[in-house]
């Protein structure tokens, strides 16, 4: 990685790597750090991917649903789950839910789903929190 030796001038670009968008940002002491984001097109290509997904298994029992919701969230959440990335991941997380309330909608034709019903359900299936993984440093005193 490059860094910025000087501490002022203007934002110099970004750029994408391995699904993340590293750009340059400033840290909490006034300096430039080098940051990094899920990059726009592996976030819209795993939502799409996702709801994909649902379409087809809308058909499966709720319990097999949010088992396998869950193991594709923990998946996202393990790669993409880096220190700085937290506002990607959330919207990731909420988008996730919000697609499998669409899909639960579109199973009957009777009454509606509701977000009250939803939650229920949730409670019921609970999806894997939004959170980071430990970073490497973290992971290494972890057994103290």
Do not use: C
């Not at 592996?42 to 087809?56: E, V």
């Not at 009250?116 to 959170?131: G, I, M, T, W, Y």
Request: net charge positive.
């Amino acid at each position: 990685m490059v860094a910025r030796q000087d501490g002022g001038g203007p934002e110099p670009g970004s750029f994408d790597f391995l699904g993340f968008t590293f750009h340059w940002g400033r840290s909490r002491s006034g300096r430039w750090s080098l940051r990094r984001k899920t990059a726009k097109s592996r976030f819209s290509r795993g939502l799409t991917a996702l709801n994909k997904w649902l379409k087809a298994a809308r058909h499966l029992p709720i319990p097999v649903q949010a088992r396998v919701l869950g193991l594709k969230l923990r998946g996202h959440m393990n790669y993409y789950g880096l220190r700085g990335n937290s506002r990607s991941i959330n919207r990731f997380h909420y988008e996730v839910r919000r697609l499998w309330f669409k899909w639960l909608r579109r199973r009957s034709q009777r009454t509606a789903l509701t977000w009250e019903k939803f939650n229920q359900v949730l409670d019921r299936h609970p999806l894997p929190p939004a959170r980071l993984r430990p970073s490497k440093g973290q992971l290494r005193f972890a057994n103290l």
